[in-house]
């Protein structure tokens, strides 16, 4: 079981960034696949970027490459999203997630946590 705490969310300017956090409590942190996704309202919740085990091979939507980064500190039981130049089509509940494999479909992650908003204003 492995329990999953967002933060950093909030009110930011369209180019602004803000790097958001998920604290993983729980056996094997270390060995999952974290993921983060998002939801707009009325729209269905889509794949932003995922990360290995090791950190090696991260994962993006096209819509957020080259302006987000995703990283993950083992030691720390925490994976971060830094987002760059923020638009506001990036305003949604951002959610990560963990998997037993690589995968980047919202289905196949086991864990979620509860989201944390982002707005972007223009």
């Known amino acids: 079981q492995v329990q999953l705490v967002e933060s950093g969310g909030g009110l930011v300017q369209a180019g602004g960034s803000l790097r958001l956090s998920c604290a993983a409590s729980?056996?094997?942190?270390?060995?999952?696949?974290m993921g983060w996704f998002r939801q707009a309202p009325g729209k269905e919740r889509e794949f932003v970027a995922a990360?290995?085990?090791?950190?090696?091979?991260?994962f993006y939507a096209d819509s957020v490459k080259g302006r987000f980064t995703i990283s993950r500190d083992n030691a720390k039981n925490t994976v971060y999203l830094r987002m760059n130049n923020l638009k506001p089509e990036d305003t949604a509940v951002y959610y990560c997630?963990?998997?037993?494999?690589?995968?980047?479909?919202?289905?196949?992650?086991?864990?979620w946590g509860q989201g944390t908003q982002v707005t972007v204003s223009s």
């Open positions: 997630a963990a998997a037993t494999r690589i995968t980047t479909a919202p289905v196949e992650y086991d864990f």
């Open positions: 729980g056996r094997f942190f270390s060995t999952y696949t």
């Open positions: 990360i290995t085990w090791s950190g090696a091979r991260p």
